[in-house]
């Protein structure tokens, strides 16, 4: 959620190691995507790869003013309570196609007329849900990057 200033709460988290990407569909239903986790899938250097996943539900109000932002991070480094990643030995780069040829989309749950009933939480305030505080100087904040 990043506010009108720039600061970016985090909300929630998917997890996919691209090459278990496969899902199971006994697992899986329309608003809970399952990977089978059985079988590895290698991964060839610049082919294109469709991966679907599940973020981790939450309750969040998107205030007026605010919008949202995806990171893709490999390795993930938001700490977590629960879930430990494992990195792959070498570095990775991560491409998100978004084209006609190759669609990307974020499919959210929209529950209609909800309104926020309390302000936005201050800027670090959420256990386990850091915020990053807009730079300075704001002239050149686009989307979470500072050009």
Do not use: M
């Given at each position: 959620?990043?506010?009108?200033?720039?600061?970016t709460?985090?909300?929630?988290?998917?997890?996919?190691?691209?090459?278990l990407r496969?899902i199971?569909?006994?697992?899986?239903?329309?608003?809970q995507?399952?990977?089978?986790?059985?079988?590895?899938?290698?991964?060839e250097?610049?082919k294109?790869?469709?991966a679907?996943?599940?973020?981790d539900?939450?309750?969040?109000?998107?205030?007026?003013?605010?919008?949202l932002?995806?990171?893709?991070?490999?390795?993930?480094?938001?700490?977590?309570?629960?879930?430990?990643?494992?990195?792959?030995k070498?570095?990775?780069?991560?491409?998100?196609?978004?084209?006609?040829?190759?669609?990307?989309k974020?499919?959210?749950?929209?529950?209609?007329?909800?309104?926020?009933?309390a302000?936005?939480?201050?800027?670090?305030?959420?256990?386990f849900?850091?915020?990053?505080?807009?730079?300075?100087?704001?002239?050149?904040?686009?989307?979470?990057?500072?050009?």
């Open positions: 959620d990043v506010d009108p200033e720039g600061n709460t985090y909300l929630t988290r998917g997890f996919l190691r691209a090459s496969q199971d569909p006994a697992r899986t239903r329309p608003d995507i399952n990977q089978s986790l059985r079988e590895v899938q290698e991964l250097p610049g294109i790869y469709k679907r996943f599940s973020l539900p939450i309750g969040h109000v998107v205030r007026e003013g605010h919008r932002e995806v990171s893709i991070l490999a390795p993930n480094d938001i700490p977590s309570p629960v879930f430990a990643s494992t990195p792959i070498s570095p990775s780069l991560n491409k998100v196609y978004h084209s006609e040829k190759f669609p990307s974020l499919v959210l749950p929209i529950v209609p007329g909800a309104k926020a009933q302000p936005a939480p201050r800027c670090g305030t959420l256990w849900q850091p915020c990053r505080k807009a730079p300075a100087s704001s002239d050149n904040w686009q989307g979470g990057i500072v050009r």
